[in-house]
DNA sequence: GGAGTTCTATATCGATAGGTACAATAGTCT
DNA sequence: AGACTATTGTACCTATCGATATAGAACTCC
């Protein structure tokens, strides 16, 4: 059977190129002919690779998540809940704190998409969000019955002080707070965090 | 000289009604129909009576500041440091855990707003966020004067800190946060509080 | 060299965005 | 009453939104 005529660009850096669009502008404030005229695609084809606009930002979510967010699942494998934290938020400081990068977060811009016809997208990043405070939650469970946090220490609370700082420093840096000053943040917000037994 | 055919609405409850609109929704995912829709409003009467929607959400923005923003101004009133960082901490906390109110934060929403088209509404909230980081750091560089502050703390990192934890607890609320869990997160972000000469 | 298949380009779809022209209406003034 | 002024409702403007119909171009298979 006949294959087809070849594609004539590269999905992988047309995703690429779309992710710098989304994290920079959102969801809703990244418009089709922003997309193609950045991707360098005519309409119809990126349709043809990718459905339509909310399936191509699910791709672009799966990206993210696989690179920005890496240090997330590195960090949750820290060996202690000092350790894990610090590396949760001196990870966010290095990814916000990067000229490199667009500045705010997909998950926070998700999490305020603006109109009601973006509601599944801000629901799927919401349940997102959850999922991954609930991650590190998990991960403090586990240290705290491992002794690495006080009796008195409350995993969940714990973990949503993170999730707040977190997404805090990300808001933060669009309003272009630099890199020594979010790493300066981390230092205080972990300069609290409980002495575990060991 | 005449006086004209009088309003026919409210312009203090119309203002409240579109506050109440561009908190939960943004700027941009707030449309002229939404609008007109909820005030019970025609379009012409909205443009007669604020101009555009640009300077209707400046309208808007300073009632929000107003109101919502109050605790803000309060606790910068404190007498000691950790009574500002306190009650600033407590203030978001009660703000966006009283379920009355839409969850998130006008000015978290205009950080990220979306398109290129409200780039002056995004640069002009920017400016408010910074103006309100100032605010606290000119207090806390107070409190230092007063020894209220240890030698070695940095009145403008802690001022970032606060900020951060603010917009943080903003978007936190977004995804449900009740007010009880913001109020712990609050009281974890206040533990590591630089303790005073006084 | 077709046949079959998939991509590309033009041109366009209906819906909605923010914003207005215009005439009718409702009030205060003299 | 009549002049003047401001608001109101209808109906419409242009621009852009996300998404497509259609036709031609480029490729592999037989």
Redesign the interface.
């Known amino acids: 059977m006949p294959i087809g005529r070849p594609r004539e660009f590269d999905t992988e850096t047309a995703l690429e190129l779309a992710t710098a669009l989304f994290w920079r502008?959102?969801?809703?404030?990244?418009?089709l002919s922003d997309l193609t005229e950045t991707l360098g695609i005519t309409r119809p084809s990126l349709y043809a690779a990718f459905g339509n606009k909310e399936a191509l930002f699910r791709r672009v979510l799966e990206r993210y998540e696989a690179k920005a967010g890496a240090y997330r699942t590195k960090a949750l494998k820290a060996p202690t809940a000092l350790e894990v934290a610090r590396q949760l938020l001196e990870g966010a400081a290095e990814l916000h704190g990067d000229k490199a990068n667009p500045v705010?977060c997909l998950g926070?811009?998700g999490?305020?998409?603006?109109?009601?016809d973006a509601a599944m997208i801000r629901r799927e990043m919401?349940a997102h969000?959850?999922a991954g405070e609930a991650a590190i939650r998990r991960r403090l469970t586990r240290a705290k019955a491992e002794g690495d946090l006080p009796a008195d220490a409350?995993p969940s609370?714990?973990a949503?002080?993170l999730?707040?700082?977190?997404?805090?420093?990300a808001?933060?840096s669009?309003?272009?707070?630099s890199r020594a000053?979010l790493r300066?943040?981390a230092a205080?917000?972990l300069?609290?965090w409980p002495k575990g037994a060991r």
Not at 25 to 31: A, F, L, R, W
Not at 174 to 177: F, I, R, S, T, W
């Open positions: 502008k959102g969801y809703e404030g990244t418009s705010g926070v811009h999490a305020l998409a603006c109109s009601d919401s969000r959850i409350s609370d714990l949503r002080y999730s707040v700082v977190l997404y805090g420093m808001v933060q669009v309003g272009g707070a000053e300066r943040v205080i917000a300069r609290q």
